[in-house]
């Protein structure tokens, strides 16, 4: 049984729906029943009133929540980006990287890396809450891995910044299964900040056991589909 990881907007805006609910169950009885008794027609009025405050309360909260999720989930997206794109000289300065002096080369992203991914994805499809699996239990590779952003200009989500070194780092891949892989990368259907959150998400999802131990002859097929691909 999957579980979602539920922000605290999603919660307020529930407590706005039982309110709404409940004020409708209980006004609704009080304003049919009320007419023979104006006394406790206006007792239970306030209740009413009381009910409507609490839902504009909860969808209130439940508004301010949402807008700040959003903005952690941008500037969480932002470091990230950065990171990827940081590249460094022989004596581990950091350096900047100009799009027009910038040689491209194309790297393959290594073993190590990719079996650190896959251990954090809990051997499922990264773009969360998808519940493929990358590898199924006969040892077959049923996914791909892929860049998040390209530094190739003719490629999805084209990054300027981005570095060879870059391009193959782990914040900088997502492991798909093959639905996701034509979806995000042929079909172009996502954006940067999409991916990393879905990534993000499942990477921190409690329900993704992430002590997956995966074969070198695997990662070696994996290696070889981002080889061919470049993607
Ligand atoms: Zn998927």
Same mark, same amino acid.
């Given at each position: 049984? !999957? ?10 805006? /529930? @407590? *706005?729906?039982? %309110? ?14 009320? &007419? ?25 909260? @439940? ?14 997206? =932002?470091?990230? %980006?950065?990171?990827?794109?940081? *590249?460094?000289?022989?004596?581990? =300065? ?6 027009? &002096?910038?040689?491209? =080369?194309? /790297? ?12 954090? &994805?809990? +051997? ?6 998808? !519940? +493929? ?9 049923? @996914? ?27 914040? +900088? ?12 990368? /042929? ?8 991916? /990393?959150? =879905? ?7 409690? +329900? ?16 070889? @589909? ?6």
């Amino acid at each position: 049984m !999957p579980r979602f990881v539920v922000q605290k907007s999603s919660w307020a805006f /529930l @407590g *706005a729906f039982i %309110v709404v609910f409940l004020r409708g169950v209980v006004c609704g009885t009080i304003f049919s029943m009320g &007419s023979g008794n104006i006394e406790a027609f206006f007792g239970n009025f306030e209740l009413c009133i009381i009910l409507i405050v609490i839902m504009i309360g909860f969808v209130g909260m @439940g508004i301010v929540l949402f807008v700040k999720e959003k903005k952690i989930k941008t500037l969480k997206n =932002k470091l990230i %980006v950065e990171k990827i794109n940081d *590249a460094y000289d022989s004596e581990g =300065k950091k350096i900047r990287i100009k799009e027009s &002096s910038y040689n491209k =080369k194309r /790297l393959s992203p290594k073993k190590e890396i990719l079996r650190e991914l896959l251990k954090r &994805s809990g +051997n499922r499809c990264q773009f969360y809450p998808c !519940p +493929n699996v990358i590898i199924d239990y006969q040892e077959y590779l049923q @996914g791909h891995v892929v860049s998040i952003m390209s530094n190739e200009k003719n490629q999805p989500n084209y990054n300027p910044k981005l570095s060879n070194e870059g391009r193959i780092k782990i914040d +900088n891949l997502i492991l798909l299964c093959h639905d996701h892989f034509f979806e995000v990368k /042929l079909h172009e259907k996502y954006g940067i900040n999409i991916l /990393l959150s =879905k990534k993000i998400e499942a990477e921190e999802s409690p +329900n993704r056991d992430q002590n997956f131990e995966s074969s070198d002859e695997i990662l070696e097929e994996l290696i070889q @589909g981002y080889i061919e691909r470049y993607l």
